[in-house]
């Protein structure tokens, strides 16, 4: 796919028949909405950009993003911040509910909880799994873990999000 971010007269992050794919981990694409393409385009800008935050894979209902652990993301004592995790478990979370609604939604996190059952790492870098469950009205709940570079969860999480209206 070139630079190019939409055609002309297809819906931003959206996938018609014809740009149906595979990505990494599993099939993808056919509920709608491009999550690769979103992130490549997205995730350079602001407080993503910041954090080094970027697309792994994705599914029908689940994305992985991950974030290489830099200075910035640690405490004094060099283990990487739950702030940091919590950001990168955030946004893997709010494109896990975009993949399974099959497009973009507005919402808004209602609640979020992280917790760490073992020390985090320090270097390399994680990875959040967020699996958004069956969506009910207007609420999502996403589950997910992060983990080491080694693929050792050292936390979990859930959220709950309130869909908007467009």
């Known amino acids: 796919m070139s630079g190019e971010v939409s055609a002309p007269n297809e819906p931003p992050f959206t996938s018609s028949a014809a740009t149906l794919a595979v990505k990494p981990g599993g099939p993808e ?52 911040a739950d702030g940091a995790i919590i950001t990168l478990v955030d946004m893997a979370a709010t494109v896990a509910v975009w993949v399974r609604l099959g497009r973009f939604a507005p919402h808004a996190t209602i609640d979020l909880r992280l917790d760490t059952f073992a020390e985090p790492p320090s270097e ?43």
């Open 29 to 80: 694409k056919g509920a709608g909405f491009d999550a690769e393409r979103f992130c490549r385009r997205y995730l350079n800008e602001g407080h993503n950009g910041l954090m080094g935050i970027r697309y792994r894979a994705s599914g029908l209902d689940w994305t992985e993003l991950t974030m290489d652990l830099k200075p910035m993301h640690c405490q004094s004592d060099g283990i990487v």
């Open 124 to 166: 390399g870098a994680v990875t959040a799994h967020a699996s958004c469950c069956p969506i009910s009205g207007d609420v999502a709940c996403v589950v997910g873990a992060a983990r080491s570079r080694d693929g050792r969860s050292f936390a979990q999480f859930a959220a709950t999000y309130k869909l908007l209206p467009q």
